[in-house]
């Protein structure tokens, strides 16, 4: 499957901002969401099951973030509220058939990363 990351940008402090990751056909794995700051090791945010029944977040973004589902336009969405300069990464959706999983080498399937900076 191949996964395709969009609706980054540039953003201020305290914005809002959804990202989409699309696959390219209907599949029963569970997507997760990262991101990777320069200098930094690929953060795990979110993760979603196949249906959309279960989550599972970072501690550093609970109650900041949603990660939600459309299985028939088969994309996973990552809602990001409240956003602050530290949130600055490029961020990448992965897919894997195992369940949720919360680290990187987990996820066989990878998009290719949408860059979000937010400003002060």
């Known amino acids: 499957v191949q996964l395709q990351a969009s609706g980054g940008g540039l953003v201020r402090a305290g914005d809002s901002l959804r990202l989409s990751c699309a696959a390219s056909?209907?599949?029963?794995?569970?997507t997760g969401w990262f991101r990777q700051a320069p200098g930094k090791e690929r953060e795990f945010l979110a993760a979603?099951?196949?249906?959309?029944?279960?989550?599972f977040y970072a501690d550093s973004v609970k109650g900041r973030f949603t990660i939600s589902r459309d299985y028939a336009k088969n994309t996973v969405y990552l809602q990001m509220n409240s956003l602050k300069p530290e949130d600055t990464a490029v961020y990448y959706c992965?897919?894997?058939?195992?369940?949720?999983?919360?680290?990187?080498?987990?996820?066989?399937?990878w998009g290719q990363g949408t860059q979000i900076t937010v400003s002060s």
């Open positions: 992965a897919a894997q058939d195992q369940g949720l999983a919360d680290r990187a080498n987990e996820y066989a399937y």
């Open positions: 979603i099951n196949w249906s959309g029944s279960s989550t």
């Open positions: 056909k209907r599949t029963s794995a569970a």
